[in-house]
């Protein structure tokens, strides 16, 4: 079962719901030998869940590009690496995408730590914003021809949370179109 919070439930007041969900997929070629590449999963949902502050998102195109357009992260994560405070509220952050070359370029000195053409990196220079512990598997939303997409999913990033001079990595989507239509092929 998956806990939903702040839906409706049947008497009309706002609290928790229990959603239930069917099978899931895990990418059959995670983890590769070179890191963290394919770390994507499909949890579909055995019901509609509605809600006024939650929307579809749409797939992006193979050909959509996201750095220099409007893109945000969101989670539950922990605020801050150096504790295990958890947030009241869904975190989010304006954050702007950087090429995969800088980005492996900024994490090169690290031990195992390898960019892949699957990722995109995400970076606010000089900013504390960025993925945190438990946010593993959240959206990177960007604007394309004013309407959003799921860019990335949370994959990996430093565990102190403050993002610069390391960037945040995500699963670049529009680079499993075809897996995440077939996910058992």
Not at 42 to 52: D, K, M
Not at 75 to 88: A, C, H, Q, V
Not at 155 to 178: A, F, I, M, N
């Amino acid at each position: 079962m998956l806990e939903v919070n702040g839906l409706t439930i049947d008497n009309g007041q706002t609290g928790m719901r229990i959603a239930h969900f069917e099978p899931s997929a895990q990418h059959k070629e995670y983890p590769t030998p070179d890191g963290f590449g394919n770390d994507i999963a499909i949890i579909r949902l055995s019901e509609e869940v509605n809600h006024v502050n939650a929307e579809k998102i749409n797939l992006p195109t193979e050909n959509d590009i996201f750095m220099g357009k409007d893109c945000w992260i969101s989670g539950w994560g922990k605020i801050s690496g150096s504790n295990n405070d958890l947030p009241d509220a869904l975190m989010k952050a304006k954050i702007n995408v950087i090429s995969n070359d800088d980005c492996a370029s900024r994490w090169s000195s690290v031990q195992g730590a390898t960019v892949l053409d699957t990722n995109i990196c995400l970076l606010n220079d000089g900013d504390k914003q960025s993925a945190c512990n438990g946010d593993s598997g959240g959206p990177l939303v960007c604007k394309v021809n004013d309407v959003f997409v799921l860019a990335g999913v949370t994959s990996w990033g430093v565990s102190t949370c403050e993002g610069s001079p390391y960037p945040s990595v995500y699963v670049r989507v529009q680079k499993y179109l075809d897996w995440i239509k077939n996910p058992n092929e």
